[in-house]
């Protein structure tokens, strides 16, 4: 039987990674924008108070279980910004253009070493059955990679075409999706759901 549960997001690049990886599991993912649930505010400082935010959020609209993802690209040469504002890093109203030109124009206006332009993907993910589950199951995910000025790439979303995997020579946006879709950070941290769920 397939399991019913809303993702408690409205990126739409999100929701089509989330498709491909939750239907092998047999999970049928409902979009919360197709439900009608409106947005939930994410004020947090930390992912995690986020996704639990938005996934109980969901969960009160719609009585169904919820999968909630905060994600964000961090890069130590900034003090780990965007960070949890990765979405809105260049100002509203949000644009992937201006984020990126934003994230590039800092890190190359301070960086002295190849290094300087090490950043990394993390998500948080919470799955909630009900919105007053006493215990959420949560899990993280990273992904390391490397900015590049230049973007390459029409696939992914967000900073992929800055995002570099050096050992593939390829940005997140070159990556066939299900080649994202097995090495992003959200995949990992639904691995690791999708086994903690197993226990519980
Ligand atoms: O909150 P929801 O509705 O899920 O959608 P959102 O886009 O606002 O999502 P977040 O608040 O979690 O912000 C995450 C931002 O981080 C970036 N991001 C996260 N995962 C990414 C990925 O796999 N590829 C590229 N950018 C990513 C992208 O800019 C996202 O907008
Ligand atoms: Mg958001």
Redesign the pocket.
């Known amino acids: 039987m397939s399991r019913r549960v809303v993702?408690?997001?409205?990126?739409a690049?999100?929701l089509r990674?989330f498709s491909a990886l939750l239907a092998p599991l047999g999970w049928q993912p409902l979009a919360?924008g197709e439900l009608g649930v409106s947005?939930?505010e994410?004020p947090w400082p930390t992912?995690l108070e986020?996704?639990l935010a938005?996934a109980r959020n969901a969960c009160a609209a719609t009585g169904l279980p919820a999968l909630?993802?905060?994600?964000?690209?961090s890069v130590p040469l900034l003090g780990g910004a965007?960070g949890?504002?990765?979405?809105?890093?260049a100002g509203e109203p949000?644009s992937?253009a201006r984020?990126n030109e934003k994230l590039i124009a800092s890190v190359a206006a301070r960086a002295r070493a190849e290094s300087d332009w090490d950043a990394f993907?993390?998500?948080v993910l919470v799955f909630m059955r009900s919105v007053d589950d006493p215990l959420p199951i949560i899990a993280q995910g990273i992904?390391r990679g490397r900015l590049v000025a230049a973007p390459a790439g029409e696939g992914?979303?967000?900073?992929?075409p800055h995002?570099l995997l050096p050992e593939l020579g390829l940005t997140?946006?070159q990556l066939p999706a299900e080649q994202?879709n097995r090495l992003?950070?959200?995949a990992q941290a639904l691995t690791t759901l999708v086994a903690a769920l197993g226990g519980v």
């Not at 993702?7 to 990126?11: D, E, I, L, T």
């Not at 909630?68 to 690209?73: L, M, P, Q, R, T």
């Not at 949890?84 to 890093?89: E, K, M, P």
């Not at 992914?156 to 992929?160: E, H, L, N, P, W």
């Open positions: 993702v408690a997001s409205n990126n690049g999100k990674e919360q947005e939930a994410e992912f986020n996704a938005k909630a993802d905060d994600s964000g690209i965007p949890v504002l990765s979405a809105r890093y949000r992937d984020n993907y993390v998500a992904w992914g979303f967000g900073y992929d995002f997140a946006a994202k992003s950070h959200r």
